[in-house]
């Protein structure tokens, strides 16, 4: 069971992403305020996030993290101060090439698994039209494990460097020694992502976001790959899925609350169901 978990975790991902972080013309449900302040990276970048209250289950963004910076202001490491699903508590390391591309980034855990891993490395393939990740986890002597969880892959479809079409490939069935692929495409509107269709294992999900009108700090940042914050210009205020299992039809909606400082940048941002507030601290560029 364990091992499942881990295996499908970047399934889990996806989903939490969706809630929280196109190619077909859907009709926008909700109006996306226009941007009235400069974007985040021509402010300033995060330096720290600090969380409080409950976080559990909204993803790898909703945790204590320090960020640091090389000289020419590209990530060279964060630090997760806690234990999540996603990621153990630790270090990851941020690598490029010569040119400056994102090849790798490295993390190491605190404790090994029950696998004997004692890291990660998820390796990126970039070109002007995709992002393909692959994620595999480290033995202690630097090499990868074998096996179903290795076999997962993403790749992120790019159109004028906006993400508009997720493929996630991974190991699937009851010995998971079947391979799926589920898809999720996402529609802009006045520069923000208002639509996401997710469709996968026969199940069908929707999501319609608002936004507010403020820069979003992890706007353009190329180490981030969650579509929601990497490519929309500002905040999620408002999130409405509508799921169908089984012939039956959910909807659900999910609230955000921000403060801000002087610059419009997010101070803090409470999620509304759960009351996990995060805090943002900042540095200059």
Known sequence: MIARLRINRQLIWVFITLLFGCKPDFVSLNPVAPLTAKPADALAR????????????????????????????????????????????????????????????TTQYTAPTNEGAVGEIISYTITPTSIRVQNDELRADGSRLLGASNRANTVYTLVDGLITEVAYTYANGPNQTSVRTDRCIYTYTNGNITKALYTGNNQTYEYTYTYDNKPNPYFGQKTVLDPILRCSRNNVINVISVSAFGGTVYTNEFKTVYTYNEQGLPLTKKDANKGCTLTFQYEPR
């Open 46 to 105: 995060i330096k720290q996030v600090v969380s409080s209250g409950d976080c559990s289950g909204l993803g790898p963004y909703y945790q204590d993290i320090v960020f640091d910076y090389d000289p020419t202001g590209r990530l060279l490491k964060d630090k997760a101060a806690r234990e999540t699903l996603f990621q153990k508590d630790g270090i990851s390391q941020y690598n490029y090439d010569a040119g400056g591309q994102l090849v790798s980034r």
